[in-house]
């Protein structure tokens, strides 16, 4: 299939513009059917030219909640597919989260490792904190470079980064021994811009209302952990 129009030059704009378009209530039946054809057409066209496999660099970061919760997400979806996972936690390990009980159903599959003792204000001591932290890194660095395992999940390492407990310069030369066809996702708020520029997929999640802010409502089992 051949579209000659502007979305050979920028199918992204082209199929935002036919999305806006579609909304428009004068719209009859007819052009909206023809608007949602083209719009097929378009998505399509942008889909025959994404033939490339690659192993990416997945960064979740912002102020917003759900950063690692998205990752597990990734986490679920490789392990439905029999990948092997592992998921190595750098701030949260002395929380012994839900989701670690749940995970264990996939022993054969995924290797968890929570190696953080608490967040750093419950720590207060920066130089355990450090020594944590490269602990951390050291080990995720072992499945980074094998090759059996598909996805490997860095669980807050961008807090890490962003408190001085790693160097951005070690975590950018770790991931350049990654397997061309493995993931690696990177979580937690602060990433640095290096790592940003770095990273295949980045996606800031932006805090617009949260309960314990404006409620004072507590972390719950279930929504938090």
């Known amino acids: 299939?051949?579209?000659?129009?502007?979305?050979?030059?920028?199918?992204?704009?082209?199929?935002?513009?036919?999305?806006?378009?579609?909304?428009?209530?004068?719209?009859?039946?007819?052009?909206y059917q023809r608007k949602?054809?083209?719009r097929k057409e378009v998505q399509e066209h942008r889909v025959s030219k994404a033939s490339q496999e690659k192993?990416?660099?997945?960064?979740?970061?912002?102020?917003g909640k759900g950063?690692?919760?998205?990752?597990?997400?990734?986490?679920?979806?490789?392990?439905?597919?029999?990948?092997?996972?592992?998921?190595?936690?750098?701030?949260?390990g002395a929380w012994e989260p839900a989701e670690k009980a749940v995970l264990s159903r996939w022993a054969d599959q995924l290797e968890f490792h929570a190696m953080g003792e608490g967040f750093t204000w419950e720590t207060q001591d920066r130089e355990r904190d450090i020594q944590k932290a490269n602990e951390a890194w050291e080990t995720a660095l072992t499945y980074i470079r094998n090759p059996d395992f598909k996805l490997v999940l860095l669980d807050e390492v961008n807090v890490a980064l962003k408190l001085g407990y790693l160097k951005i310069e070690d975590v950018l030369a770790g991931l350049e021994q990654k397997q061309p066809d493995s993931h690696v996702i990177l979580t937690g708020r602060g990433a640095p811009a290096d790592l940003i520029e770095r990273a295949d997929l980045v996606t800031e999640m932006t805090l617009i209302k949260h309960p314990f802010r404006e409620q004072g409502v507590k972390a719950q089992p279930g929504i938090e952990f």
């Open 55 to 63: 192993g990416l660099i997945i960064v979740n970061t912002g102020n």
């Open 36 to 38: 949602m054809q083209r």
């Open 67 to 92: 950063k690692t919760t998205a990752a597990l997400g990734m986490v679920m979806r490789s392990l439905g597919h029999g990948y092997r996972v592992a998921i190595i936690q750098f701030i949260k």
């Open 1 to 31: 299939m051949t579209i000659n129009t502007s979305s050979d030059l920028n199918p992204d704009i082209e199929a935002e513009r036919l999305n806006t378009e579609a909304t428009s209530p004068s719209l009859t039946e007819e052009q």
